[in-house]
């Protein structure tokens, strides 16, 4: 039986490899990878998350003018004080009639690929940008090296997709922003940073680093090198998922995926 992932399912779009995002769904369960899929996790925000915004101001390989010029910046800034000038009692500025329709009259005009981006997110960003390109650690940005490199390998028989923010001649570099850099490790764990350095290494044939920036003034930048007990404990998620997919997903019993739940002992 072929390994490839038969993601042509009802309702979806069609995908013909994993990633370390849709791995990290089926982690949690098979049904929420199915949703995943379906399209049923998708969120409706106000903007791209401000992830997404560092990564592209710091990690594209464009100036910070280029970055901004790739987006429609809302003025959140202007519309918030605008609300609290108002009404000074307002505890939720952004959830207020006044908001959405300023927010609704602002992406009428655009694309639905429009890159919408917050006043205040776009500013953070770019103090972000001006303390990591003065840090030493910038100078792993050597030249000859590649942003947002896309790779599609096979790793233990399945296809995987991923993008590195920056690979160089001697390492994968991914840029990451954290609220504490104290608690990094754990998040980390939580949102799966070891699977995805054990597929970068295994497609780029490179060790990973992580440039970790703070989001508190002054956005303090660290690094994190990864342990080889980082890329098993990557792996052991990977090889558990694609468990999951072939006990749950692949046989299509819709029984057996609703009533499935993971006990742990604390």
């Not at 993008?163 to 504490?180: A, L, M, Q």
């Not at 754990?186 to 440039?211: E, T």
């Not at 990557?234 to 090889?239: A, D, P, T, V």
């Amino acid at each position: 039986m072929s390994n490839i992932p038969d993601f042509v399912l009802p309702g979806t779009k069609p995908r013909s490899y994993f990633s370390k995002t849709s791995l990290g769904h089926l982690l949690v369960s098979p049904q929420r990878f199915l949703d995943y899929l379906h399209g049923r996790l998708d969120k409706s925000t106000s903007g791209i998350e401000f992830g997404r915004i560092h990564d592209k101001m710091c990690f594209s390989g464009m100036t910070a003018t280029e970055a901004i010029a790739t987006m429609d910046v809302f003025d959140d800034v202007k519309v918030v004080e605008s609300i609290i000038k108002d009404n000074p009692a307002s505890k939720a500025p952004k959830a207020t009639k006044v908001w959405k329709e300023a927010l609704a009259e602002f992406n009428a005009g655009l694309l639905p690929s429009s890159h919408v981006v917050m006043r205040s997110d776009l500013d953070k960003a770019i103090a972000m940008h001006s303390v990591y390109t003065n840090h030493p650690l910038h100078a792993f940005h050597v030249e000859g090296s590649k942003y947002q490199v896309d790779r599609t390998g096979l790793i233990g028989g399945y296809p995987v997709r991923a993008i590195c923010d920056v690979e160089t001649p001697n390492y994968v570099i991914e840029g990451k922003s954290t609220t504490n850099l104290d608690s990094f490790y754990w998040d980390a764990k939580k949102f799966n940073y070891d699977l995805q350095a054990y597929i970068l290494r295994a497609l780029f044939g490179k060790d990973v680093v992580f440039h970790v920036q703070s989001t508190e003034d002054p956005y303090e930048v660290q690094e994190r090198t990864c342990s080889e007990a980082w890329y098993e404990a990557g792996e052991k998620k990977y090889l558990r998922a694609c468990g999951l997919y072939e006990d749950y997903i692949r046989c299509g019993d819709e029984n057996a995926i609703r009533n499935y739940y993971v006990s742990l002992e604390l």
